[in-house]
Structure formats: C-alpha cells, structure tokens
C-alpha cells in the first residue's frame, strides 16, 4: 500500500485547510486509515483515525469539534477538513494504513507528509 499526502501550506490562525491521502496498490486490504502530526521537536501524535467499512472515528481531544476525518472509498483517499486552526496546529501531518497483507498479517504504511504551517 502506497500513500500520498497533498494540501498543507500556510494559512493564518482561524482559517482552514483540507489534506487529502491518496491510497494506491493493495487498497482493498486497508481495514484502517489515520493521520498523525510532529511538530519539530516532538513526538508524532495520533489526530484521527477512520475505519474503513463503518467510518468510526476517533480524534484526539485537541481536535475535537474543529477537525473532521472522512474517507471515499471509491476514490480510495482519506481527507482531514481542519477549520478553526490554532498556531499550536503546525507540524507535518502524515497519513497512515493499516492493511492486512497477502500472508495475513497486520501492517501498516506511512505517507511522506505534508507540511502544516499556522501564523498567529
């Protein structure tokens, strides 16, 4: 499985942005998707994830009520509407899938991020 990240950039506190994850190669196989943040000198931390059949979704206290994951099965791709952005948002955003593979395994494969600058 195979994932590219698109839609980060600069935008100014309060505005919006949409990040888009496009998902290639053994995608009926994704059971779960999510997308994670680093800010420079931190650790990677879980914003959303979504399952694949149901849509559950799960999202970290910090955005809840201003970030929305949703996934198009169809297209294959998984986005994150994010309104209400806060400085402290910034990082680089990555998209991840967890996909069993042809062995029935559990894996998982990252996308290669996309840059989320806020000025205050």
């Known amino acids: 499985v195979h994932l590219a990240e698109s839609g980060g950039g600069l935008v100014q506190a309060g505005g919006s942005l949409r990040l888009s994850c496009a998902a290639s190669g053994r995608t009926l196989s994704i059971h779960n998707m999510g997308w994670y943040r680093q800010a420079p000198g931190k650790q990677r931390e879980l914003v959303a994830t979504?399952?694949?059949?149901?849509?559950?979704?799960n999202y970290a206290d910090s955005v809840k009520g201003r970030f929305t994951i949703s996934r198009d099965n169809a297209k294959n791709t998984m986005y994150l509407q994010m309104n209400s952005l806060k400085p402290e948002d910034a990082a680089v955003y990555y998209c991840?899938?967890?996909?069993?593979?042809?062995?029935?395994?559990?894996?998982?494969?990252w996308g290669q991020g996309t840059q989320v600058t806020v000025s205050s």
């Open positions: 991840e899938a967890r996909y069993t593979t042809t062995w029935g395994a559990e894996a998982g494969s």
């Open positions: 979504i399952t694949m059949g149901s849509g559950y979704t």
